[in-house]
């Protein structure tokens, strides 16, 4: 039930008609296409309703399975748009055409790939690569493969943006975020998160492609400008703040954590580094630090859920200047942050409302 309704969040917060659905055992991975009634669910927890080496896609409305695609091993992570379905296992990528019976049209290698790391868009698809710190970016339209050398330890991270023009990356160490171009494979922008290691939850590029929200084991969320690739942004880009600078002098004003500092020559360059134009807190819960238990002892993995454990800092934007911040678990929550400015005309990230969606 938790995994469902976790899925059915953003169709509930934008007023979209929907029937929760209790199955009463346990659902690992769902994945919804769009706003429809579809949704791909794969088995977990201790008793798992559906094998967790099966994909079953659900049809809500008639509240019954559409299609079922079978592996021989665990399914990590489960992708859909309206014409396709790519899914994750431990070693790699299989892409499926979304009809009854679903239809294998390819099979792409990675590495080992233990937390699902894939992503969709209607053109493009990404990724790990077969080596660790390396991406796979597909054009769904010709099958042309790029390979992108994003970092160079193992990949925490991937989000595409809507068109599947831009590809944000984050690696185990969780310190810098990139962004890259999928069709060119060249590195658009690079962000500092941090200068300690962190555990990347979740990035989230905002619908016009001006923001990139970030959040991490720090239960803090990142926001950070993106570069303009395509023209000018929307004139709601930044509805109730200044938006980006269009000026070449004014775009070299990007925040920088040290000021002037950072532009002294030869010094460490975590001086020089782009920083978020704003953070906030967000909630984690208290649901069992990774690999311990309640009373201090090594903690399982929860079976068929990516990382064996209850999934935070999920990132959804429900709009240009909006964003959800979502955790399951015992401790299962939505906060909501708008991006504004404050009464100072500083640009800040400030959260508007939360509710825990489980117990009282």
């Known amino acids: 039930m938790l995994a469902v309704y976790f899925a059915l969040l953003i ?6 008609m929907l029937t929760p659905t209790d199955f009463n055992a346990g659902i690992g991975i769902v994945e919804m296409l769009g706003t429809s009634n579809l949704l791909a669910l794969v088995g ?3 008793q798992p309703k559906f094998p967790q080496n099966k994909v079953i896609i659900w049809d809500d409305a008639g509240k019954k399975t559409a299609t079922t695609i079978e592996f021989r091993t665990p399914v990590k992570r489960v992708r859909l748009t309206k014409s396709r379905i790519a899914v994750a296992i431990q070693n790699s990528v299989h892409v499926h055409e979304l009809r009854n019976p679903a239809k294998l049209i390819t099979k792409y290698e990675t590495a080992d790939n233990l937390n699902g790391l894939c992503v969709l868009s209607k053109k493009t698809l990404a990724f790990v690569g077969r080596t660790p710190g390396q991406v796979q970016a597909v054009e769904m339209d010709t099958g042309n493969v790029t390979i992108i050398p994003a970092h160079g ?3 925490r991270a991937l989000e595409l ?12 160490k969780g310190t810098l975020i990139r962004l890259f171009s999928t069709q060119a494979g060249t590195k658009l922008a690079e962000f500092r998160r941090g200068v300690d290691p962190a555990t990347i939850y979740s990035l989230g590029i905002s619908p016009d492609n001006s923001m990139l929200a970030v959040t991490s084991d720090k239960s803090t969320l990142h926001v950070f400008d993106m570069p303009h690739l395509s023209g000018p942004r929307s004139s709601s880009t930044h509805r109730g ?29 975590v001086f ?11 909630e984690t819960g208290d649901d069992p630090t990774p690999g311990v238990n309640l009373i201090g002892g090594p903690a399982k993995p929860i079976p068929g859920i990516p990382g064996g454990r209850p999934a935070k800092g999920i990132i959804a934007w429900l709009d240009e200047v909006t964003i959800l911040v979502l955790g399951t678990g015992r401790d299962g929550r ?10 100072e005309g500083k640009r800040v990230c400030q959260r508007q409302g939360w509710r825990r969606y489980l117990g009282n």
Do not use: C, M
């Open 161 to 172: 943006s809507a068109d599947g023009a831009i590809l944000a990356t984050a690696s185990e």
């Open 153 to 155: 330890t193992p990949l």
């Open 334 to 343: 939505w906060e909501k942050f708008i991006v504004g400015t404050d009464s």
């Open 44 to 46: 977990g927890g201790q």
């Open 11 to 16: 169709r509930a917060y934008r007023k979209i």
């Open 272 to 282: 020089s580094d782009e920083y978020s134009f704003a953070s906030a807190a967000f």
């Open 241 to 269: 703040s200044p938006g980006p600078a269009t000026s070449p002098s004014e775009e070299d004003s990007s925040p920088h954590k040290w000021g002037f500092v950072g532009k002294i020559p030869f010094l460490p360059r």
